[in-house]
């Protein structure tokens, strides 16, 4: 049977035992912000580091970046997040809460969430929403909102010290523009031939309309993102190759195959430049089950790197001859696409093209709320609960902990050396406190995956207990082959 874990079990064992707090909560709390606690910003890093060994480290076609927050407003111009990134809000006439309108449950319905695209800022299409049997998620009055109007998401800063001089600048709200923006330099100063990806993992943020469920919708955030660069005619390959690779990642990671899936874009949800979009979805433990989005993989053809030469020929016209910005004609970007400078030249088939690009683009904090969600479990063991995180090793937040029986006969010197010793290849943790019983109970919790105990034995013949997490299982090891033995079993 299907293990039940309710949001709530996660939460509260997030706050007591350090992985996740809320953001200022000293002054009461911030909404939708989180901080990563000692053991939160361990699991979080892993995740990230298992992201980068599998898309970077191991490939031979993908290289890395990481780009700035604030880009030149030119980028969100050319990328159409400055038009076009928007919610669609309805505001309820009696509480005057606003919601998405695609979160809005009908009456009687189990779910809301319809999946749309973000809006056109310009375009209200209010027609094709009908609410007169929508439920408001905060009163629960039905059918009383206003018009759907389009809500920007992109939060904005100002630059520069001066009043004259400063500018609005965006906070970036996905990390992918900064690579297309890098697109010639990465080009022109590494061997990289197509196919190939740059990848990039950075913060990014969105003025979200509703936060919810803890770090699943926040308003600033991680993103792990591949703009994987191809020839036109070849990307329904690499979309494929993609979907598997991405899909096995969080297999291989341990999160359960029954709490996986994928769930394809219907053609009236696919962005206008999309050729194809598949959400990875895991079943998270919100109300009663809800299937919902971990990552976007997603077909986004040559629009990318074709708008941004669109752009950059905007702004040197502007420069120029300070013209009508926006009068780049027809006949320009065919010129551009022949031989525009983000286009890409093969060499073996003197052909120029500007490639299509396949993007997964995955949320760091989702998967790790998906990674935590999938390991908890409780069990009844003599009488008493034991609640443990089932973490894969690689991204447990402590590999092992070392703990000496007791304070007494140089088992704590013993302890120590090992601990010493352990720390220069994994996270390790040194505990000397209380019951043995009550410390290896803690590093359940922790998700740690194994406890070495030096006992009266280890005095004796140098062997040590070396205690399986999820079995509890406990062998003897020697001493002089702990560090092989445990770097077998974790694969590091
Ligand atoms: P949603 O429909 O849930 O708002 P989206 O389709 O707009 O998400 P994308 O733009 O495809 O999301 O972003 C890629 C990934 O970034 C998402 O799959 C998710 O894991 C993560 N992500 C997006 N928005 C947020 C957020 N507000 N909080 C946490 N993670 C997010």
Same mark, same amino acid.
């Given at each position: 049977?299907?293990?039940?874990?309710?949001?709530?079990?996660?939460?509260?064992?997030?706050?007591?035992?350090?992985?996740?707090?809320?953001?200022?909560?000293?002054?009461?709390?911030?909404?939708?912000?989180?901080?990563?606690?000692?053991?939160?910003?361990?699991?979080?890093?892993?995740?990230?580091?298992?992201?980068?060994?599998?898309?970077?480290?191991?490939?031979?076609?993908?290289?890395?970046?990481?780009?700035?927050?604030?880009?030149?407003?030119?980028?969100?111009?050319?990328?159409?997040?400055?038009?076009?990134?928007?919610?669609?809000?309805?505001?309820?006439?009696?509480?005057?809460?606003?919601?998405?309108? %695609?979160?809005?449950?009908?009456?009687?319905?189990?779910?809301?969430?319809?999946?749309?695209?973000?809006?056109?800022?310009?375009?209200?299409?209010?027609?094709?929403?009908?609410?007169?049997?929508?439920?408001?998620?905060?009163?629960?009055?039905?059918? $009383?909102?206003?018009?759907?109007?389009?809500?920007?998401?992109?939060?904005?800063?100002?630059?520069?010290?001066?009043?004259?001089?400063?500018?609005?600048?965006?906070?970036?709200?996905?990390?992918?523009?900064?690579?297309?923006?890098?697109?010639?330099?990465?080009?022109?100063?590494?061997?990289?031939?197509?196919?190939?990806?740059?990848?990039?993992?950075?913060?990014?943020?969105?003025?979200?309309?509703?936060?919810?469920?803890?770090?699943?919708?926040? $308003?600033?955030?991680?993103?792990?993102?591949?703009?994987?660069?191809?020839?036109?005619?070849?990307?329904?390959?690499?979309?494929?190759?993609?979907?598997?690779?991405?899909?096995?990642?969080?297999?291989?990671?341990?999160?359960?195959?029954?709490?996986?899936?994928?769930?394809?874009?219907?053609? %009236?949800?696919?962005?206008?430049?999309?050729?194809?979009?598949?959400?990875? !979805?895991?079943?998270?433990?919100?109300?009663?089950?809800?299937?919902?989005?971990?990552?976007?993989?997603?077909?986004?053809?040559?629009?990318?790197?074709?708008?941004?030469?669109?752009?950059?020929?905007?702004?040197? $016209?502007?420069?120029?001859?300070?013209?009508?910005?926006?009068?780049?004609?027809?006949?320009?970007?065919?010129? %551009?696409?022949?031989?525009?400078?983000?286009?890409?030249?093969?060499?073996?088939?003197?052909?120029?093209?500007?490639?299509?690009?396949?993007?997964?683009?995955?949320?760091?904090?989702?998967?790790?709320?998906?990674?935590?969600?999938?390991?908890?479990? !409780?069990?009844?063991?003599?009488?008493?609960?034991?609640?443990?995180?089932?973490?894969?090793?690689?991204?447990?937040?402590?590999?092992?902990?070392?703990?000496?029986?007791?304070?007494?006969?140089?088992?704590?010197?013993?302890?120590?050396?090992?601990?010493?010793?352990?720390?220069?290849?994994?996270?390790?943790?040194?505990?000397?406190?209380?019951?043995?019983?009550?410390?290896?109970?803690?590093?359940?919790?922790?998700?740690?995956?194994?406890?070495?105990?030096? %006992?009266?034995?280890?005095?004796?013949?140098?062997?040590?207990?070396?205690?399986?997490?999820?079995?509890?299982?406990?062998?003897?090891?020697?001493?002089?082959?702990?560090?092989?033995?445990?770097?077998?079993?974790?694969?590091?």
């Amino acid at each position: 049977m299907a293990k039940i874990t309710k949001l709530d079990d996660i939460v509260s064992l997030c706050k007591r035992r350090g992985f996740i707090f809320q953001s200022s909560e000293i002054y009461g709390g911030l909404a939708s912000c989180y901080d990563y606690g000692p053991l939160g910003v361990e699991l979080k890093n892993n995740v990230k580091r298992a992201w980068w060994k599998n898309v970077v480290q191991m490939r031979d076609d993908v290289v890395g970046l990481d780009c700035s927050i604030l880009m030149h407003p030119m980028v969100w111009k050319a990328s159409g997040h400055a038009d076009k990134f928007a919610d669609l809000i309805a505001e309820c006439k009696k509480c005057n809460v606003r919601t998405r309108v %695609d979160h809005l449950a009908e009456k009687d319905a189990e779910h809301a969430e319809e999946h749309t695209e973000h809006v056109a800022i310009d375009s209200v299409q209010a027609a094709a929403h009908d609410l007169s049997r929508k439920l408001c998620p905060s009163c629960g009055t039905v059918g $009383r909102f206003t018009e759907p109007m389009p809500f920007k998401l992109m939060f904005e800063t100002q630059m520069g010290a001066n009043v004259d001089d400063s500018m609005t600048m965006q906070l970036r709200p996905e990390t992918a523009q900064g690579i297309f923006a890098n697109f010639r330099n990465v080009l022109d100063t590494t061997r990289v031939k197509i196919p190939f990806g740059i990848a990039q993992i950075g913060k990014s943020f969105r003025n979200e309309v509703t936060t919810k469920a803890f770090i699943f919708r926040t $308003r600033e955030f991680e993103q792990a993102e591949l703009e994987f660069f191809c020839e036109p005619g070849t990307d329904e390959q690499w979309f494929e190759h993609w979907k598997e690779a991405r899909f096995n990642w969080y297999l291989d990671l341990g999160i359960s195959k029954e709490n996986l899936r994928f769930r394809e874009h219907d053609p %009236d949800e696919l962005a206008h430049y999309a050729k194809g979009c598949v959400d990875v !979805e895991y079943l998270f433990p919100f109300g009663s089950g809800d299937w919902q989005e971990l990552e976007g993989i997603a077909n986004r053809t040559d629009y990318d790197l074709r708008q941004h030469q669109r752009g950059m020929r905007t702004l040197n $016209r502007w420069f120029e001859n300070g013209r009508d910005v926006n009068r780049v004609t027809l006949a320009d970007e065919a010129e %551009d696409y022949q031989s525009g400078p983000l286009s890409y030249f093969n060499d073996e088939q003197k052909r120029r093209y500007i490639p299509y690009v396949i993007e997964p683009s995955a949320g760091i904090d989702r998967s790790a709320l998906a990674f935590l969600v999938d390991a908890y479990d !409780e069990e009844e063991v003599r009488g008493e609960t034991r609640n443990l995180l089932r973490f894969n090793p690689a991204i447990a937040p402590i590999k092992a902990a070392v703990f000496p029986l007791v304070k007494k006969d140089g088992m704590p010197e013993i302890a120590r050396n090992i601990y010493d010793d352990l720390k220069k290849y994994f996270n390790c943790f040194y505990d000397e406190k209380g019951a043995v019983g009550r410390r290896y109970r803690r590093q359940d919790e922790a998700g740690t995956p194994f406890c070495i105990t030096v %006992d009266g034995q280890t005095l004796e013949d140098k062997t040590v207990t070396v205690r399986q997490r999820d079995s509890m299982e406990q062998v003897r090891v020697s001493t002089d082959q702990l560090k092989g033995h445990l770097r077998e079993k974790l694969d590091m």
